[in-house]
């Protein structure tokens, strides 16, 4: 079956005879480490080591394959560890600078991402901190990975910037909607409004003793040799949905390690897919990180078409 943008199924081999047209640039996708205390799972016998995946929910824990972009366990990668923590957010803080004062004032926002990384907010123009961010730009946003246990020991990126109010354009709005979809109410609100973080410097801490800076320009994506898959976007989630559920759940199952549940893609860009489910009644984005970024309709074939293999595989 192929869709407008020429992506048929993916477990098509015959497709694939002449997509050979490019040869993408690597980009480095580590993951994000975390100080883990060792613990025995249910179902787990006191003979297996103490990380050991059990015969039941720990086992969707425990990434399928070699230790590759989207594990958990892979060494820490500044760059991919800061990405993945904005890619995957649905909320951060956001502090702003009072006027008059220049005292902190710190709230709550709702956040998604556009193709190339920069972060959305969906501010109101009465909130205390759009009127700061109308006196002053400067500002900064904290992500962070909640996880059980302490903390202190899972990553969090801080990212500091300038947040300025832009058009609500098509690509805009479909993204935000996809990850916010509760502000389908009030986006179309006149008081509302989007907002765009323009990033500076940021600042990682990957757990205990595992502090790096990470540069602006590092946190972004060039779009411009990728024009065919960002026009493309809306198809493309909209076909693996209906095409592809089953390599969608195992995606993030087999190869993230998340939980088991009815996964879908919210977002596509020349890095990765987001993947959104609702877990225990909240809405949760995971991040599949592609082995290298794709730029022509022929690669992103072939890449999802592995990675539903690696998946499958035994």
């Given at each position: ?68 972009p989207n594990d958990r366990r892979a060494p ?141 320009s590092d946190l972004l994506l060039d779009l ?91």
């Amino acid at each position: 079956m192929r869709t407008n943008y020429g992506v048929p199924r993916i477990d098509d081999p015959s497709r694939f005879a002449k997509q050979d047209r490019f040869r993408g640039s690597g980009t480095d996708a580590g993951s994000v480490p975390r100080r883990v205390v060792p613990r025995r799972g249910r179902g787990q016998s006191r003979g297996q080591p103490p990380n050991a995946p059990s015969s039941h929910t720990d086992r969707a824990r425990a990434p399928r394959g070699s230790r590759g972009p989207n594990d958990r366990r892979a060494p820490l990668s500044p760059l991919a560890a800061a990405r993945r923590l904005i890619r995957q957010a649905r909320t951060a803080a956001l502090a702003t600078l009072t006027p008059g004062t220049g005292a902190p004032f710190v709230s709550l926002v709702t956040v998604a991402t556009e193709p190339d990384g920069h972060t959305l907010m969906l501010l109101s123009e009465l909130a205390v901190h759009t009127r700061n961010l109308k006196a002053d730009p400067r500002a900064s946003l904290l992500f962070e990975e909640r996880d059980a246990g302490d903390p202190l020991a899972g990553a969090r990126v801080t990212v500091t910037g300038t947040i300025g109010k832009i058009e609500a354009s098509e690509t805009v709005r479909r993204r935000f909607l996809a990850r916010q979809p509760e502000a389908e109410v009030y986006a179309g609100f006149r008081d509302f409004a989007f907002y765009r973080l323009e990033p500076g410097v940021s600042h990682l801490v990957a757990g205990f003793g595992r502090i790096v800076d990470v540069a602006a320009s590092d946190l972004l994506l060039d779009l411009a040799p990728a024009r065919e898959i960002v026009a493309a976007e809306a198809e493309i989630v909209a076909h693996m949905n209906a095409e592809h559920t089953d390599a969608v759940a195992l995606y993030a199952s087999r190869l993230i390690g998340a939980p088991e549940a009815s996964w879908r893609v919210i977002g596509a860009d020349p890095e990765g897919l987001d993947l959104a489910a609702e877990i225990g009644g909240t809405m949760t984005v995971r991040r599949l990180v592609y082995p290298a970024e794709v730029r022509q309709p022929g690669q992103l074939r072939a890449t999802l078409k592995a990675l539903a293999d690696k998946a499958r595989g035994p």
